[in-house]
């Protein structure tokens, strides 16, 4: 499936932390509600921490604005539990350990660590609006101001 603005997004049904212990998210759950749905490549890292936090950090804005935030990586989630309590993250986070979420967000690339190449998640955020359908993607995400640049699109639709 080609992702495309205006269309519908790719459906999902994938393990999650949850408030009250582990749970299954699927996008037809929020139905009524934008989603923020933001891959980031591993739970505690300093990029991947930073990003939480301010998702974290606008999180009431988020809500009023009617959106919900899902963050997901190809971590266990047993290390999303611990990721999740350690930084107080309000949001699930979905873990993608198969990587068909992530295939079907067509956001598994090529990378390069010290010189070597290795396949991983490049860092991006899909937008999808109350109806399921995709209204903004950002792809190579730089942390720094991302979460605020979301939200005034998220407060646009």
């Known amino acids: 499936m080609t992702l495309a603005i205006d269309q519908a997004a790719p459906d999902f049904s994938v393990a999650a932390t949850g408030p009250n212990g582990n749970t299954t998210v699927s996008l037809a759950d929020h139905k009524g509600s934008h989603v923020v749905l933001y891959f980031y490549p591993r739970d505690n890292t300093p990029g991947c921490t930073r990003e939480g936090e301010d998702f ?10 009617g959106a919900v935030i899902l963050g997901v990586s190809r971590d266990s989630l047993r290390k999303h539990e611990n990721f999740r309590a350690k930084y107080d993250f309000p949001f699930p986070l979905l873990s993608d350990e198969d990587g068909k979420l992530c295939e079907a967000y067509d ?4 990378k390069k660590l010290y010189g070597k190449p290795y396949v991983g998640i490049e860092r991006s955020t899909f937008l999808i609006d109350a109806n399921g359908l995709l209204k903004r993607e950002w792809r190579g995400v730089k942390v720094k101001g991302h979460a605020s640049e979301v939200l005034a699109a998220v407060q646009s639709l």
């Open 56 to 65: 974290r950090d606008h999180h009431a804005e988020f809500k009023e604005a």
């Open 107 to 110: 956001v598994i690339k090529e």
